[in-house]
């Protein structure tokens, strides 16, 4: 390895929507995490490698932070917060739309307190700006911690070069890469078909609906010419069924051709895709079914 030679994980943190997701496929050129425009997509840390000839970065797309204190809300702000002191870097993502300078606000506290080395990325700078970048960059300007700017939506390959350049010198010296340089993301195939499927979801179904469902590979058979896969919908109230179907299947019939062929795409075979949905009431708040789900919630 070259001398000077750095690896390590870096956590994405910041509200719902601020686009953490679209950032880590960026970085990695891949796309590893799904992206929706409804906030809170991101459920569980997903994680995206960049290996180069200078660094390996095991990039942490944490999902947005929270707060709550039961149920798979309090698993997300958990999730956030694991990664916060798991990782060695941290990237503020701040978008410049969000609403709430008070929930900004929390971002960069819960970053400091950490005590880790740190970037600030003032992020969406493509939208018209109001006054808030400026608000931003003040508060930024006496935290001494570089402050990065840029979209990943409308200029991702120059954003990644600023932020690399910036995250680098953070990084712990290391002997070698900590992963084998050709994964791009430490996710199963298996979790990268469910989180598909979850996406679709995502964008055919609206209020309430998408929130309280999760979606579990059942069966992935790739014995054959073509990858059968067989998943289940799960919902949270019995109503949410017929929804999520549609009329005469209409709703199930887009989120699953929507999903193959992205599947398709991903694993570069013909795929049959079987999707049933269920109803299990309030599986939020029931912890063994979250747990199955890889929700695991703290003991206390
Ligand atoms: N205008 C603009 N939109 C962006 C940018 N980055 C992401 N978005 C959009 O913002 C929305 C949320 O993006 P995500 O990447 O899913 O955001 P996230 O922070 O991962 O959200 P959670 O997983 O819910 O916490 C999507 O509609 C994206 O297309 C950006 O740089 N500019
Ligand atoms: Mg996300």
Redesign the pocket.
């Known amino acids: 390895m070259k001398p000077g030679y750095r690896a390590g994980f870096v956590g994405l943190i910041?509200?719902?929507?601020?686009?953490?997701?679209?950032?880590m496929n960026a970085l990695v050129g891949e796309k590893v995490?799904?992206?929706?425009?409804?906030?809170?997509?991101?459920r569980r840390r997903v994680m995206g490698l960049l290996s180069n000839e200078d660094m390996q970065i095991v990039f942490v797309?944490a999902?947005?932070v929270v707060n709550a204190k039961s149920g798979l809300n309090m698993f997300l702000h958990e999730e956030a917060r694991d990664v916060i002191s798991e990782s060695d870097v941290l990237v503020a993502?701040l978008n410049i739309d969000e609403k709430s300078p008070a929930q900004l606000e929390e971002i960069l506290t819960l970053v400091k307190e950490s005590r880790k080395p740190w970037v600030a990325l003032i992020?969406?700078?493509?939208?018209p700006e109001l006054h808030r970048p400026q608000i931003l960059r003040d508060k930024l300007s006496v935290l001494n911690v570089p402050i990065v700017q840029?979209?990943?939506?409308?200029e991702p390959s120059g954003l990644k070069e600023t932020l690399l350049k910036t995250i680098q010198p953070l990084l712990p010296e290391a002997a070698g890469p900590l992963y084998d340089e050709e994964l791009y993301t430490l996710s199963t195939t298996r979790e990268l078909c469910a989180e598909i499927i979850r996406e679709k979801c995502f964008e055919t179904l609206h209020q309430e609906v998408p929130f309280g469902l999760a979606v579990k590979v059942l069966i992935f058979n790739e014995e054959s010419d073509v990858v059968k896969i067989h998943s289940e919908i799960m919902v949270a109230k019995e109503n949410h069924r017929p929804i999520v179907i549609g009329s005469k299947g209409s709703a199930l019939k887009k989120i699953g051709t929507d999903a193959r062929k992205e599947i398709e795409k991903l694993l570069g075979e013909k795929v049959y895709l079987d999707l049933q949905v269920s109803s299990k009431r309030d599986w939020q708040r029931n912890r063994g079914i979250m747990k199955e789900l890889g929700y695991v919630l703290p003991k206390n």
């Open positions: 910041g509200l719902p929507n601020s686009g953490k997701s679209t950032l995490s799904i992206v929706t425009s409804k906030p809170q997509t991101t797309d999902p947005g993502v992020h969406k700078v493509d939208l840029g979209s990943a939506l409308t």
